[in-house]
């Protein structure tokens, strides 16, 4: 890999950021105070990159990010002036200019966080923390959410860090994050209304799963002690080292 440009953030003190990109454009997010949300167009590469917004006019802090379609979703938002949300949706119909379409707390007051989210044709698996996992569905003809299931207990239960979905959108890779050492489990999602774990895992004993990711048949997780493992889930519900 070559570096061709590099952007910084706002702040100093903000060693970690979220991206994701669309078409040509990259969006950058971090969480904490004195932030900006940064949109990059990078049409120009290899030459160069453009900064095209680096303020805080649509929010300034959020923890994670996730697009799907022409829409943005952003969890654990904050603005100035504007209470925090746990996750809002934005169109980016626009890309240079994504607007507000709803947030969760005006359908879902009682959810307090979403720490992140896995989204496919609008079927929002949210990870909330300690609350566990809530299946919502972003509803473009009514713009509301709409809850479609919950996980809130399970075994080896923790801090509902992350979930990845299999190609074939039957199981959701879930991961806790606290305490450590938790195991990753198999959530069977087949009803979106009934979500079951149906297989827990671990690297090694004591290792913690921070991000699951899956790019076909193969699962790849991040962990805090022991690097990164590759999980064959040609079989969905029974990943293999």
């Known amino acids: 890999p070559v570096e061709r440009d590099y952007i910084p953030g706002k702040s100093s003190a903000r060693i970690w950021h979220e991206y994701k990109t669309y078409g040509n454009y990259l969006y950058t997010i971090a969480d904490g105070g004195n932030n900006t949300f940064q949109i990059i167009d990078m049409s120009y590469l290899p030459d160069s990159v453009h900064v095209i917004h ?87 003809s009514s713009n509301q959410f709409l809850q479609l299931g919950s996980l809130t207990t399970y075994p080896d239960q923790g801090y509902n860090h992350s979930s990845f979905l299999s190609r074939d959108h039957t199981m959701l890779y879930m991961c806790d994050e606290v305490p450590a050492g938790m195991a990753v489990k198999v959530v069977d999602v087949t009803d979106l209304l009934s979500p079951t774990v149906v297989d827990t895992f671990y690297s090694n004993p004591g290792a913690t799963a921070h991000n699951p990711y899956v790019i076909d048949d193969q699962l790849f997780i991040a962990y805090y002690q022991d690097g990164v493992y590759s999980y064959d889930i040609s079989v969905p519900s029974a990943p293999v080292k």
């Open 54 to 140: 680096d303020t805080t006019s649509i929010f300034d802090s959020g923890h994670t990010l996730y697009i799907d379609g022409d829409r943005m979703y952003v969890a654990s938002v904050s603005s100035p002036g504007i209470p925090y949300s746990s996750m809002n949706v934005y169109s980016l119909s626009n890309p240079e200019n994504p607007v507000l379409l709803r947030r969760l707390d005006q359908d879902y007051p009682a959810i307090s966080q979403v720490h992140d989210m896995f989204v496919v044709n609008d079927t929002v698996y949210a990870s909330c923390g300690n609350a566990g996992l809530y299946i919502y569905r972003y509803d473009e």
